[in-house]
């Protein structure tokens, strides 16, 4: 069994920023990529950014500069920092996380993601 809690959404003004946080816990074995992805009213869900576990970061065209991931291995977390937040950026953020867990037969890899966290930018 595996839980994400995310934290760190919230109400913010244009210009300004946020970090959110997403913490894996349970029968986790090792955790491979971890990502950032959002869901706008009315749009499909998108990437907003990954990181391997060594450490690549990737991030969506627009969002570049602004965000920037990172992890902490040891807690199993994952964070996203959010500068110079835009209206455009509101949004449910989920992150996504693929995690190694020992099952009865060996080693499985399986994908899991957080319940969401809102995102609302003001002009």
């Known amino acids: 069994q595996v839980q994400l809690v995310e934290s760190g959404g919230g109400l913010v003004q244009a210009g300004g920023s946020l970090r959110l946080s997403c913490a894996a816990s349970?029968?986790?074995?090792?955790?491979?990529?971890m990502a950032w992805y959002r869901q706008a009213p009315g749009k499909q869900r998108e990437v907003v950014a990954t990181?391997?576990?060594?450490?690549?970061?990737n991030y969506a065209d627009s969002v570049k500069g602004r965000f920037t991931i990172s992890r902490d291995n040891a807690k199993n977390t994952v964070y996203l920092q959010m500068n110079s937040l835009k209206p455009e950026d509101t949004a449910v953020y989920y992150c996504n996380v693929e995690i190694i867990v020992v099952v009865t037969t060996g080693f499985d890899t399986m994908d899991y993601w957080g319940k969401g966290t809102l995102v609302t930018v003001s002009s």
């Open positions: 990181i391997t576990r060594g450490g690549t970061t």
């Open positions: 349970g029968s986790i074995f090792s955790i491979n990529d």
